[in-house]
């Protein structure tokens, strides 16, 4: 059975850094286009980054040139390195993995909270 369990959220302050992770059981997660998404307060989810099974990245909006998204075969995890934080950037964020690049979610992990404030 697909699992996939996130961490490393905190209450960090404006222009803090974090690494979140998402740790993948139950797939071959090297075969696999993963990716992060994210859930403000009073909004819909929204995509946040993506990564196919090959490496290639996407980052959606301010997520460019802030957030790095990878992964680690070795271990079958998900990362998301968030760096220059700001109070936009608060919200529950949510691994998943799809079947193909492009392609809807076929399962989410239970998300990890992001607090940004000062």
């Known amino acids: 059975q697909v699992q996939l369990v996130e961490s490393g959220g905190a209450k960090v302050e404006p222009g803090d850094s974090l690494r979140l992770s998402c740790a993948a059981s139950?797939?071959?997660?090297?075969?696999?286009?993963m990716a992060w998404y994210r859930q403000a307060p009073g909004r819909e989810r929204e995509l946040v980054a993506t990564?196919?099974?090959?490496?290639?990245?996407f980052y959606r909006g301010s997520a460019m040139g802030r957030f790095i998204i990878s992964r680690e075969t070795a271990t079958n995890t998900l990362f998301l390195q968030l760096n220059g934080l700001t109070a936009d950037d608060t919200g529950i964020y949510y691994c998943?993995?799809?079947?193909?690049?492009?392609?809807?979610?076929?399962?989410w992990g239970q998300g990890t909270l992001v607090n940004v404030s000062s």
């Open positions: 139950g797939f071959t997660f090297g075969s696999y286009p």
């Open positions: 998943s993995v799809s079947e193909k690049p492009g392609g809807p979610p076929f399962s």
């Open positions: 990564i196919s099974a090959a490496g290639t990245t």
